[in-house]
């Protein structure tokens, strides 16, 4: 079984929205000084589940991304948990793009590499919460698309039988391969890359294609980057004395009543 994922470098969720800064020409959140960028954090749900049909099924493994030279360090992530070869879609031209262009650019990436079987993509990218370009994907490479997919049930010649997460539960589906899948955090919990695998991700060749070797006529992009403005107010916390519970109760009501809150 051949298995292409998608894979998105991102800025850590995790940063503090104080900390947070917009690119306004590239369209995207930087990440601050001494908080590297992660791999998508569904994106890892994908690969790990291409790990375990591989392990099953025998096959290969491919992992893609689009993004500039520093989007490399998410392919040797991806190489380092397990993927066979790794593929960098990288031109200024594309940097740009929307979520309709990246997935043309994506499923001609897919395409370049070789037959595939199946596609799996996290169900979208923490940076923008989008969900759109795993289905662009599946309409230029022309295969039908399942998402959130939350299980694999089965995998029987050329079909593949999984469980999708709906409003009232799951509902369970067969597809004929290939086909895309869009996976969800609920499918399985990443693993951490050994060290041998972190060794051989440092060695790893990553193939880098640029406009010349995908030649994708675009469209104007059509993205609009809107900034929310969110109020952090500090807080803090004291200690209210006493030696029994009567006395730290007489001495907050006190605290309260000073602060006029009583």
């Known amino acids: 079984m051949n298995i292409v994922v998608t894979v998105k470098q991102v800025a850590?969720?995790?940063?503090p929205?104080?900390?947070i800064q917009l690119d306004d020409e590239a369209k995207r959140i930087i990440s601050p000084f001494g908080i590297p960028p992660v791999m998508n954090g569904y994106d890892a749900n994908a690969?790990?589940?291409?790990?375990r049909l591989r392990e099953a099924h025998q096959?290969?493994?491919?992992?893609?991304?689009?993004?500039?030279?520093?989007?490399?360090?998410?392919?040797?992530?991806?190489v380092a948990m397990g993927a066979n070869t790794a593929v960098l879609l990288s031109d200024p031209e594309w940097l740009h793009a929307d979520s309709a262009s990246v997935g043309q650019l994506i499923a001609a990436g897919i395409k370049k590499s070789g037959p595939f079987d199946l596609v799996l993509c996290g169900r979208q990218a923490s940076d923008t919460d989008g969900g759109q370009v795993l289905h662009w994907i599946a309409r230029y490479l022309d295969i039908p698309v399942i998402t959130p997919v939350v299980k694999i049930d089965a995998v029987e010649g050329d079909t593949i039988t999984v469980q999708r997460l709906t409003d009232d539960g799951v509902q369970r589906?067969?597809?004929?391969?290939?086909?895309?899948?869009?996976?969800?955090s609920e499918m399985n919990e990443p693993r951490?890359?050994?060290?041998?695998?972190?060794?051989?991700?440092?060695?790893?060749?990553?193939?880098?294609w640029k406009k010349k070797d995908i030649p994708v006529e675009l469209p104007a992009p059509r993205?609009?980057?809107?900034?929310l403005a969110i109020?952090?107010?500090?807080?803090?916390?004291e200690m209210i004395p006493g030696k029994t519970g009567a006395e730290q109760g007489a001495a907050l009501a006190d605290k309260l009543r000073e602060k006029g809150l009583i």
């Open 17 to 19: 929205p104080s900390h």
């Open 59 to 78: 096959g290969k493994i491919t992992a893609i991304t689009l993004g500039e030279e520093s989007s490399r360090d998410v392919l040797k992530r991806a």
């Open 12 to 15: 850590d969720p995790n940063i």
């Open 231 to 237: 109020q952090i107010r500090d807080s803090k916390a």
């Open 223 to 227: 993205v609009e980057l809107r900034k």
């Open 192 to 208: 951490l890359p050994s060290m041998r695998g972190l060794m051989g991700a440092g060695r790893a060749m990553i193939a880098a």
């Open 173 to 184: 589906l067969k597809v004929k391969l290939p086909a895309l899948l869009g996976v969800s």
């Open 47 to 51: 690969l790990e589940e291409a790990l």
